[in-house]
């Protein structure tokens, strides 16, 4: 039983690693004091933990569950809208509702996995590329380039090396970096995190800019991909078992300030593949150890959240654009596979990284709808072009 523990703990750790800093840096962006981005950290962290161990138990199959990382991604987005916290956490209620509404409902699933991959997937690189940007603005000032400069080249190093730890390993040289800028104050702020309810509005706006984006990357970027790494290594998907519990997984950690749990691809592959263990019917352990490891991993949110807080954000959000790099060139060669819809790819693209609020709604519904209404009208130009040709 020792490979598929060690796959499951490899899992774990960089899975917790690579994307920590992320996870708090969006609640902060959405209106988290330090005290509720402790408490929606450690909530993912018991329900990946929840939803991993009955699923691993119940199953017997490497159903791996994580974080959604590019729906942080989308939170960070929206620093600088506004956002009531409680506002911010009845779209993550609202979203974890839709995702297990979709394994109750197939038909929803369906209707959102048909979302035209282009746009779906240009979305998500409009998102992410601001992001992106961060770790070359970070160089670029002569504040921090002393400490942003070797996080990036230990990435790059390891990225030819060994691409699996290379943003954990430029995670653990950050931590390094915002020991030597803030010296000992931030230990002080590090305690052990609690649970702390945080009461939901629903703003109809709040839920059209962060619920509904949170949602369509959730299952476009997390959920499909989760299946198609399970089916690769002959694990058939269990839709509606994987899409209830994460649904209501997310729904339940909302309510402690948490924005969403999914199914992972990265550390699927991680604990489904061969590595795991030659008999695929023992990988399943790797699972149950990925997620009781993730019970005293979150039991560190406060010292996670203490030293997010001491360090300067561009260096936070250099080290999270490190992490969802591969997010956006799989997003981008997404959007323009296709030559037909490449144009209302890249409108979509431009409307939702140019971050325009308009009516207090945030650029991801409206580069999502405007690219649709692109694709549309192209689509019926080109046919009617084609009824009336000699």
């Known amino acids: 039983m020792l490979q598929p523990i060690l796959a499951g703990f490899v899992a774990a750790i960089s899975g917790f690693a690579s ?3 992320l996870v708090i840096a969006g609640l902060v962006a959405v209106g988290a004091t330090d005290a509720q981005a402790e408490s929606g950290l450690l909530a993912l962290c018991l329900a990946i933990a929840v939803v991993s161990t009955v699923g691993a138990l119940w199953l017997r199959i490497p159903l791996a569950i994580a974080w959604s990382t590019p729906g942080a991604a989308v939170l960070l987005a929206a620093a600088g809208n506004g956002f009531r916290f ?11 509702v839709l995702i297990a509404l979709c394994g109750l409902w197939p038909a929803l699933g369906r209707a959102i996995t048909s979302i035209p991959k282009p746009l779906a997937s240009a979305m998500l690189a409009g998102v992410l590329f601001p992001i992106c940007l961060a770790p070359f603005k970070a160089i670029a000032d002569p504040a921090i380039v002393l400490y942003a400069l070797p996080i990036f080249v230990v990435w790059l190093v390891l ?6 730890w290379a943003v954990p390993a430029a995670m653990v040289v950050a931590i390094v970096a915002i020991v030597v800028y803030a010296g000992t104050d931030w230990i ?6 609690a649970l702390a309810i945080v009461a939901p509005t629903f703003d109809p706006l709040t839920i059209l800019s962060l ?7 959730t299952m476009a970027g997390q959920n499909v991909p989760g299946f198609t790494v399970l089916s690769t290594n002959g694990y058939p998907p269990p839709p509606r078992f994987a899409l209830v519990s994460t649904g209501l997984g997310s729904a339940g950690a909302a309510l402690f300030g948490g924005h969403s749990i999914n199914l992972g691809a990265i550390t699927a592959a991680i604990m489904s593949g061969e590595e795991a263990h030659p008999d695929p019917r023992t990988r399943w352990v790797a699972t149950l150890t990925n997620g009781l490891l993730y019970v005293p991993l979150g039991l560190a949110a406060g010292v996670a959240v203490a030293l997010v807080s001491a360090a300067p954000s561009i260096l936070i959000t250099a080290v999270a654009g490190l992490a969802v790099l591969g997010a956006l060139i799989t997003s981008v060669v997404n959007a323009m596979d296709d030559p037909r819809h490449r144009v209302a790819a890249i409108v979509t693209f ?9 009516l207090n709604i945030g650029s991801a519904f409206w580069g999502l709808l405007i690219g649709a209404l692109v694709m549309a009208w192209l689509r019926w130009n080109g046919r009617r072009t084609r009824r009336v040709a000699p």
């Open 86 to 96: 409680s506002d911010a956490v009845g779209a993550f209620l609202v979203s974890g």
């Open 19 to 21: 994307s920590f800093a």
């Open 211 to 217: 619920g509904l984006p949170l949602f369509i990357v």
């Open 350 to 358: 431009l409307v939702v990284a140019s971050s325009i609020v308009i």
């Open 188 to 193: 002080a702020a590090a305690d052990l995190p």
């Open 159 to 164: 990225y030819r090396l060994a691409p699996r």
